[in-house]
């Protein structure tokens, strides 16, 4: 499993996520990047779980996002 993969699954695990599908629109979600200081927010398709590619502090960030809202970037 890859540094990523490990990560998803820690995130998952911590947050006890499951595999639903969202309430939060992509707007909800983008407003919420927003104004947690992302900008050039784009999704990535991972299947059920909402990933993300988003810049923050002139670096490109990936961000999980779980069905509530709550968000991790991945290192």
Known sequence: MNAQGL???CFLA???VLPAASALTLE????RLE???YSHIR????GKIKTFKATRDGKE???LVDS???FQELQ
């Open 43 to 46: 999704e990535v398709p991972s």
């Open 28 to 31: 909800d979600i983008r407003t």
């Open 61 to 63: 960030r990936s961000i």
């Open 68 to 70: 509530t809202g709550h």
């Open 35 to 37: 104004a947690a200081g």
């Open 7 to 9: 990560a998803a699954f």
């Open 14 to 16: 911590i947050f006890n």
